[in-house]
């Protein structure tokens, strides 16, 4: 298992053939040339619901009608996003506060460029087992003591920062020492919204992301045979958890590409 920050892709190769490539980004960071992933790979897979490419043509349509809206709005929304927002956007050499995400966004275009199959992991809300997820989550995160950690959250962040800041890797040669930061602040904002859902409903959440990426895997084999890689971006705190899920070997669920066409494919 890698450092938990540690920014090289990871290769997790499946018993049944077929490997995942895992791919740690920041949110809303623009990664420079050097950071982004190398190799072929023959499939996307995205830890969303495929309802999430409407929503970043929504905020690329916002973004040229009024620039920097989405970001104004994250940062007026509150909560550990906001905090982490306001704080990734002082650091210099990273182009950050960017909407919509950048390199999952960038990842998905190059995929449609290349008619490359796209895998949405996250199940459908119609899906009787992941609705009731959902339901669990809401709970958790409405619970009385929940709502009233939050009132604390500034400490919270400011204490899981100084934990986060040991576990920082020195980022690829020629790029800033400040992604080491803002990988800091990312696993941060990753921390808090688990904590938040809690350990046991993460769990299970993972789980069957893991049964999903290995059914994306099963899929994009009957074209590729052993020698199919499926990229994965995911947020770099997030990989591990994943991994761990990964290596569990959960059964495979059944899941077809489903790629989409938004008239933007143009490689950015």
């Known amino acids: 298992m890698p ?7 990871h290769l997790w190769t499946d018993p049944d053939g077929g490997s995942i490539l895992l791919h740690g980004v920041l949110p809303t960071v623009v990664y420079p040339r050097a950071m982004r992933p190398r190799g072929n790979w023959h499939a996307l897979a995205l830890l969303e619901s495929a309802e999430v490419v409407d929503m970043w043509v929504q905020e690329e349509k916002d973004e040229v009608e009024s620039p920097g809206v989405n970001l104004a709005h994250g940062l007026i929304s509150g909560g550990s996003f906001g905090i982490y927002l306001d704080e990734i956007t002082l650091l210099e050499d990273v182009t950050s506060g960017r909407f919509p995400d950048p390199e999952p966004r960038r990842l998905h275009r190059n995929a449609e460029r290349h008619d490359r199959p796209i895998y949405f992991v996250e199940p459908t809300a119609d899906d009787e087992q992941w609705f009731e997820h959902l339901t669990n989550e809401a709970k958790a995160a409405s619970h009385w003591k929940k709502l009233l950690g939050l009132i604390s959250l500034g400490g919270k962040w400011r204490k899981r920062v100084k934990k986060n800041i040991f576990l920082a890797q020195k980022p690829p040669k020629g790029i800033s020492p400040n992604f080491g930061s803002a990988s800091v602040l990312s696993a941060t904002w990753w921390d808090l919204n688990e904590w938040l859902v ?7 959440r993972d789980l ?3 049964e999903r990426l290995r059914g994306s895997l099963a899929d994009l084999r009957k074209t590729h045979g052993d020698d199919a890689v499926l990229l994965l971006p995911l947020f770099l705190a997030q990989r591990n958890a994943i991994l761990e899920a990964l290596e569990a070997l959960p059964v495979p669920e059944e899941i077809t590409s489903n790629p989409t066409d938004t008239g933007q494919t143009e490689e950015e």
């Open 3 to 9: 450092e938990r920050l540690d920014w090289p892709d």
């Open 198 to 204: 809690g350990e046991k409903i993460v769990e299970a």
């Open 208 to 210: 069957r992301y893991a």
